[in-house]
């Protein structure tokens, strides 16, 4: 055991959902300042009842010039309302593609070449762009983005349900995005 472990001054925190120490709360003010925790993350220590966010422990006090994040109701959700219903939105891209290609038959080689990689290529991007766009109003509104900003570029409904966590609001955004998904396969379908 170290002696940090030993004494009542190791601290523990919380990141994507693990626990993490025992550390110092001179660490913990380290990844402070590295932004790699911030007022929101959950810590504990001998003596403390719950988890608590650490702004609201001593160790918050080096946080008090730092205001706390504009609270998630009040947080913009449109960019991720946008994502929500992006697949369907995706559907009438691919059907305007294929009604190119149906009328310019002629222009297969340039279809395959050039219009093609569009289907695909348009939905990532966007997906893309809406979750980065979104992850730099969060950071704006005062939360870290983290694993966020891992999430925006791989997948969007992952990142639609982190971000509901991390915000501490229901995910209906991230049940909206599967909605659609489903309802643009069975578009595709008909």
């Not at 001179?26 to 003596?47: C, F, M, N, P, V």
């Not at 222009?107 to 289907?119: G, I, K, N, R, V």
């Not at 991007?125 to 999430?151: H, I, M, P």
């Amino acid at each position: 055991m170290t002696d940090t472990a030993a004494s009542d001054e190791a601290w523990f925190y919380a990141q994507a959902g693990q626990r993490k120490g025992p550390v110092s709360a001179d660490k913990l003010s380290e990844l402070l300042a590295a932004q790699t925790i911030d007022g929101e993350t959950l810590i504990w220590r001998k003596g403390l009842a719950d988890w608590q966010m650490l702004r609201t422990t001593e160790i918050g006090a080096q946080l008090k010039d730092t205001p706390p994040p504009i609270a998630p109701n009040h947080v913009n959700n449109g960019l991720v309302w946008s994502l929500a219903f992006a697949p369907i939105a995706y559907v009438f891209v691919n059907v305007g593609l294929l009604s190119y290609q149906s009328s310019h038959p002629a222009d297969d080689t340039f279809f395959e070449a050039f219009l093609s990689p569009l289907s695909w290529l348009v939905p990532v991007l966007t997906n893309a762009v809406l979750c980065l766009v979104d992850t730099e109003q969060l950071k704006r509104a005062g939360y870290s983005s983290g694993w966020l900003t891992l999430f925006a570029l791989l997948l969007a409904p992952v990142y639609l349900f982190v971000r509901a966590q991390r915000l501490r609001q229901t995910p209906t955004y991230g049940f909206a995005w599967i909605a659609s998904f489903i309802v643009s396969i069975i578009l595709r379908a008909a």
